[in-house]
């Protein structure tokens, strides 16, 4: 109900102005039990009744139970079900017409088994059926005037009436209902399908890190190649934290020129340039109250960062054309493949927002240096194409699995997805072999060292590079890692030591 509707529907004076409060109700239903209450209450008052009741039909179970109930024997009756076609309400569900039954004793469909267990003395009755798209829903049955008169003809038009507000009022409420369910259900599988799926260490800490953030308004950059999922870790940040019910706004910086990207981040008033027809409202005022991604910020050329950068410092823009200030309370999450402090070295991107974007820094870690996470991933996208495509039986061979953990993926994870896809559609359809993947694991897994480089350097870079990667691919684990590359596991800890590689 509204906060300013009365606590009781006899609060308001007359029977017709409460039949019109219950009305504009009808629209906005929140508490749908309340307003049938108020329905049927007010039915009985304006019908003078002794009791009224309205009552649902299960459609699994095919029978009538009485959902809201007047008069001295309310809560008891409660307790009875009525079958289709069964007494006069089980015969209005069931034909979906009214009946008014003016002496029950002398009419063969009466049914006077509930009265008699409660004790009540029945003499006439009214039911009229209540209707969602041509489909019974339930009935509304009001039971003797409480002068004892018969209840008449023009009774049944008030009752129907009654009837009808009853049903828009159910049918709203499911209506509503379905809305949100189907945004739960929307949610979850938005979670499913922007999850981060990885066990490694260093895909640990970039999580654990991520939560930490989650809750506070700092702004977050993050940094990580091409396809390794800095939208995912954003949208994560968001769904962790306090603006988690309120939206997430995405951007592609590098996707649009300076005049596009200045539109598409502020909007632009009507006439603001040949084309604006009408107000634009840009991404930043949408996002208010909840969290902006910024993807690839290191594209945004100066002009753009000096306006992105006085947002960030006073909370306010101007749409173009415009020049009423408006403000916003929005969180920014910015990433980037680009070193972005070489970048403010070399003059390309300001200083000064360098240090608003970069509060807090999380750093993905390319799919070359977590191999340990590829079965899990491998399984994970293969599931999502199982379901796509009906093939629940499909599986990764052992081989296949082995070809992609010796292979540098330099996508990482869009590309690992990307090749699966393609194993799947060009497959057998039982079983992904190491020929259905897109990859060549005959070039060097560990990236080349520059030329002019000495050979004691080279030679050091290769050592800790395969290292690292053998490192990576065991989890951690130093007496596999050195098992695989045929070494004493006392040497490999030297070899550590001296390339400072003890966070691996």
Not at 16 to 45: F, G, P, Y
Request: glycine share 6%.
């Amino acid at each position: 109900m509204p906060e300013s509707a009365p606590n009781t529907i006899s609060q308001v004076e007359t029977p017709i102005a409460r039949l019109k409060v219950i009305s504009s109700w009808v629209s906005s239903v929140q508490d749908i039990d309340k307003l049938l209450e108020l329905i049927i209450e007010t039915a009985t008052q304006m019908m003078q009744a002794k009791a009224c009741s309205l009552l649902l039909l299960d459609p699994k179970t095919r029978q009538l139970y009485f959902k809201v109930a007047t008069g001295e024997k309310k809560s008891e009756v409660k307790d009875y079900k009525v079958k289709l076609g069964q007494g006069i309400a089980g015969r209005v569900a069931e034909k979906g017409t009214p009946l008014l039954i003016p002496d029950v004793r002398k009419d063969p469909r009466w049914y006077g088994e509930i009265s008699k267990s409660l004790g009540m003395e029945t003499r006439s009755i009214a039911c009229v059926p209540m209707k969602m798209n041509d489909e019974v829903i339930g009935v509304v049955q009001v039971v003797d005037k409480q002068d004892g008169s018969t209840i008449q003809n023009q009774d049944m038009q008030t009752l129907e009436v009654f009837a009808e507000l009853a049903a828009l009022a159910i049918g709203n409420a499911r209506k509503i209902d379905k809305v949100k369910q189907e945004n739960r259900d929307l949610k979850e599988e938005l979670g499913a399908k922007y999850q981060i799926i990885g066990e490694s260490k260093s895909m640990k800490k970039v999580i654990s890190d991520a939560f930490k953030v989650a809750n506070s308004k700092t702004t977050v950059l993050i940094l990580g190649d091409s396809g390794t999922g800095k939208e995912l870790l954003a949208r994560l940040i968001h769904r962790a934290g306090s603006r988690k019910d309120n939206v997430l706004v995405v951007l592609n910086c590098a996707a649009l020129p300076e005049s596009l990207l200045e539109d598409e981040l502020f909007g632009h008033e009507k006439g603001a340039f040949t084309g604006a027809v009408g107000r634009k409202t840009g991404k930043f005022e949408l996002a208010d109250k909840g969290t902006i991604f910024l993807d690839e910020i290191g594209e945004m050329n100066p002009g753009m960062q000096a306006k992105l950068l006085r947002v960030l410092q006073e909370g306010v823009f101007y749409r173009v054309g415009g020049n009423t200030p408006i403000s916003v309370d929005v969180r920014v999450i910015s990433a980037t493949n680009k070193k972005l402090a070489k970048e403010v070295q070399n003059g390309r991107f300001r200083e000064d927002l360098y240090y608003r974007l970069n509060v807090v820094s999380l750093n993905l870690p390319p799919l070359r240096e977590r191999i340990s996470d590829i079965p899990l991933l491998s399984e994970y996208f293969l599931n999502i194409f199982k379901k796509e495509t009906g093939a629940s039986n499909l599986r990764i061979s052992n081989e296949a699995k082995q070809k992609m953990m010796r292979y540098d993926w330099p996508g990482n994870v869009r590309e690992l997805r990307n090749a699966l896809e393609r194993a799947v559609v060009m497959g057998n359809g039982r079983t992904i072999v190491p020929e259905d993947l897109p990859i060549d694991i005959s070039r060097p897994s560990v990236p080349h060292s520059q030329v002019g480089t000495t050979m004691e350097k080279a030679v050091n870079n290769f050592k800790k590079e395969f290292i690292t990667l053998t490192l990576k691919h065991t989890g951690g684990n130093r007496s596999k890692a050195a098992k695989i590359m045929d070494i004493q596991r006392t040497y490999l800890s030297r070899l550590i030591s001296r390339y400072n590689l003890r966070d691996v």
